[in-house]
């Protein structure tokens, strides 16, 4: 079936028709936090449109799921109701469906250009957990910090680490970043390095967005976990290595990471990945049954990451690389969250750890692009070994299809100086 | 000032005017969750003397604090707020004043029996975050895991480490634990081990309570920290010592511990502990100066965590400790945790780490008790080297003041068996 919208979108939109991501928006000249979807270079306010009776199907017509500020409630209510929105909204926004189309104080009213609203955090999140699951990544982060014997530990290949993260630091893209202060390794025996971190950094990660989730003590099957992610986000995971690498023995990262964590606002679910289904790489050794799918599927989503600079008009490309290139698929992490019992909540996110290829030029932060800072970067007129102050770090990724595209928009952050203390 | 209460108190209870101490509750015939503070061995409806007019100080009166199902707007209000509360309570709980003592319709409305209520978590928890700050517990765990040189990571003595726990499992005392299912090491060339914990543990810890937090990027100063604190809770850290061992390098402890935390449902203020202050330990090498406090304190707080078997009549004790042990303050741990901008929030919860003392019958978790299983523990017709099925672990938490307790009531749990797959 061929999609067309009677909103005009440009090929090269990330926000075609076949797309429609969710986000929450606030519009500028004021109003409530609300659910939106985009559509080219509008968003459309889904509480006018269930304000106006729009959503009429079975499930959707009973709820207020589009008149709160953020979607978890929309999030809780499962993949039935998400596949009654997308096909009420694709109906509504076709170019052959008079209902939008032709109600112009309603289309003004739901139609609102990008640039006349504010997007905000789309869910708020209970909990946020960051996965480990790029090989590529793992062994070049062993190398860098525990050397090049075995620089992948034992367990890596028979389960998807991750850790928990720190939710209340989550930020929408756009949001500044204020250099974090904390401390380092010392040298010889002076005491621990303290200020302003000296090796920030970007982390490039997706994130996906969890729906109905489970009660405590109920594990979810790894072949019923794809019901219980609503969809994906672009997210920068910014990392200071510095003080990472001095605090993170025994227990895992902490401050060397919750300083602040990007997500980019549009959430792109898994209905509109679909067409962009490839095959989850072989796992050897085997997993464990309960990490064994029917279907494994992962995403061919090309991501790419610039910086820049202050006072420079121009960005450069960092880096290249592919959602694909993840060892554990979401559901196998999503199924491994829980067979302990842990529960999930609609809104939690589960970071992809950084997205990391097997070439040099599509590797997913500075620590490996740089081999922690021995080998700095050199870009049209600029090199860096880790993040200084006033650089932008934009990252981008996009789904292509036969004449259009799936895409996530941009999840962006400029560093600022450390606050004085 | 000798404070009497109209309200009799038994002379062990953990709740007398000297400690109103805080929670959130149900009454069992029904209505919604609201706050409430424990006299004697009964509860105190904040929501019903807010409706009543008397708390008519120049903060309370204008707020809907009382109102609201959990304790987090109380907490976002300050120190200022909680000195006036706890003046009007203990005037109005005072054997001579006649407001509360001689309205008896108010008294039946707003003194609840606590065995006609049912306790809830008293407060919403954005994010949970887990220190590691008793020095014998860090030295018997490195030992342990890590072998006996070198037991304690040369990152300690500098900073009070810390990782960021699962919010989302934490439940309140009396809800039952279900055993854990998940990956332990392999043995030789075998896939891992994979089904119920067979190590699974209690960890004897408190939690401190956040009040008021900060924005992203603006740390706490550590001689304002103690402002950020309302009160501190018990806290069973419930571990699977074989997911744990298993899963934690190199990001930290994730399913290990992710499948249940329990609290006691009492917050006791740092107001009613102020008679209970005592040195906190001489810290050599010198801390950093954001670490560096100007009155450093701890609290004796005597701690015990008893069994009870299933089947059995009665509870054996396992440990005894006291939370003076803790090496880090809890003001160096929130001025550590927002040194790199990290925001907090009101009902975010720090745990304090496992309570270990020096002495062998101190240790604050099976773990230490019987050094990883190798030697079972014998108590009054039970041995155990981990907890089985159908115990139930509680800690009581008490301060003994001249004549009168501040207690912390208990925190308990049972273990269930692990629910089929």
Known sequence: MVLKSFVEVHPDSHFPIENLPYGVFKPLQGGEPRPGVAIGDYVLDLSALSSAGLFDGPILSKSDCFLQPSLNKLLGMGRPAWKEARATLQKLLSFDNPTLRDNSSLRAKSLLPMDKVQMLLPTVIGDYTDFFSSLHHAKNCGTIFRGPENPIPPNWFHLPIAYHGRASSIVISGTDIIRPRGQGHPMGNSPPYFGPSQKLDFELEMAAVVGPGNELGKPIDVNEAADHIFGLVLMNDWSARDIQAWEYVPLGPFLGKSFGTTISPWIVTLDALEPFVCDAPKQEPHPLPYLVEKISKNYDISLEVQIKPAGLEHSSVLTRSNFNHLYWTVTQQLAHHTINGCNLRPGD???????????????????????????????????????????????????????????????????????PL
Do not use: H, M
């Open 349 to 419: 996110i589960f970071g992809s750890g950084t997205i990391s290829g097997p070439e040099p030029e599509s590797l997913g932060c500075l620590l490996e692009l740089t081999w922690n800072g021995q080998k700095p970067l050199v870009l049209d007129g600029v090199t860096r070994k880790f993040l200084e102050d006033g650089d932008e770090v934009i990252i981008t990724g996009c789904c292509k299809g036969n004449g259009y595209n799936v895409g996530f928009g941009t999840c962006s952050g400029k560093i600022l100086p450390a606050t």
